[in-house]
């Protein structure tokens, strides 16, 4: 009985050593383990710097024409007159999208000055006309801009209530986005 409880005993210290050295297996590899994570956090803490490319938006306002001057005001004494002429050309290129107003200003948009009206006349046909009295921010559709860009545009400004003519400086320039009322 001895032998066998010392056969027994022998067994658990087996058993125990066994259990120790795969602890101390298992400790390594956790080590291990514990060790390559954090390698992986140092990775993943690190900052990664991208380069800044900075430009204004919106893009600023420019002019699309050279300045249509100023007509100092007078009486009329024909009513319904047309009181200015002038073929209107594109002095850059038509931008590929945005908005496009008659200005009072070349890099902004402010109402525009016409007593009574602006009118765009191509091949004989008015393709858009607004009475600019009060002074008004005109928008001009796409279609119109492309036709003065196509050339043989004339604008004119027209007499409709009678009294007096007259108009400011005024331009078409380009926005990027919509000016909001």
Known sequence: TFSARLTRDQAM??????????QAVLSSSL???????????????????????????????????AEIPVIPGQL????????????LSLTTALPAGGYFYFSSA???VQPVYVDDQLALVHQ????????ALPPAILEVPRAVVETIA???VILEYQDVFG???GAGAV???WLAEAVRP
Do not use: E
């Not at 210290?13 to 795969?22: H, M, P, Q």
């Not at 954090?38 to 990664?48: E, L």
């Not at 004989?124 to 009475?131: M, Q």
């Open 13 to 22: 210290v087996d058993s125990l050593f066994g259990y120790i050295d795969n």
């Open 31 to 65: 080590g291990n383990a514990a060790s390559n994570l954090a390698a992986i956090s140092a990775r993943m803490t690190q900052s990664i710097y991208l380069p800044l490319v900075m430009c204004a938006w919106p893009p600023a306002p420019h002019p699309l024409t």
């Open 76 to 87: 009329v004494t024909t009513p319904g007159i047309t009181f200015y002429t002038a073929a």
């Open 106 to 108: 070349a890099n902004s």
């Open 124 to 131: 004989g046909v008015v393709i858009y006309s607004k009475i």
């Open 150 to 152: 196509a050339g043989r």
């Open 163 to 165: 009294g007096s003519v």
């Open 171 to 173: 331009w078409l320039v």
